[in-house]
């Protein structure tokens, strides 16, 4: 069992940045890839980021490429998405979730074991 709290969302304008981090508790966190979700109002959930066991490998969607980073620091358990240069598009709900090692469909929910409750981010134009 895996225990994730997201935080870091809010309210601001376009073109700001945003940090949200997620903070694992429970089974070893080193062994799960990592994820990262949005969904809008409206909208079905969507991939955003990935990072691998080890941060040595990330993925992005188009939507975010250049303008979101992911990254994990697993001494602390904890995985982060910096947001910069936020779009008014970007407003959702973002989650974090893990996926187990032997998973390579980064993309596909269904390979996403354990999910938190979710952050919200708004961005104004």
């Known amino acids: 069992q895996v225990h994730l709290v997201e935080s870091g969302g809010g309210l601001v304008q376009a073109g700001d940045s945003l940090r949200l981090s997620c903070a694992a508790s429970g089974r070893t966190f080193a062994g799960y890839h990592m994820g990262w979700f949005r969904q809008a109002p409206g909208k079905e959930r969507e991939f955003v980021a990935t990072?691998?066991?080890?941060?040595?490998?990330?993925a992005y969607a188009d939507s975010v490429k250049g303008r979101f980073t992911i990254s994990r620091d697993n001494a602390k358990n904890t995985v982060h998405l910096q947001m910069n240069n936020l779009k008014p598009e970007d407003t959702a709900v973002y989650y974090c979730?893990?996926?187990?090692?032997?998973?390579?469909?980064?993309?596909?929910?269904?390979?996403?074991?354990?999910w938190g409750w979710g952050t919200q981010v708004t961005v104004s134009s």
């Open positions: 979730a893990t996926r187990p090692d032997y998973s390579e469909r980064y993309q596909v929910e269904d390979d996403y074991d354990y």
């Open positions: 990072i691998n066991w080890s941060g040595s490998s990330t």
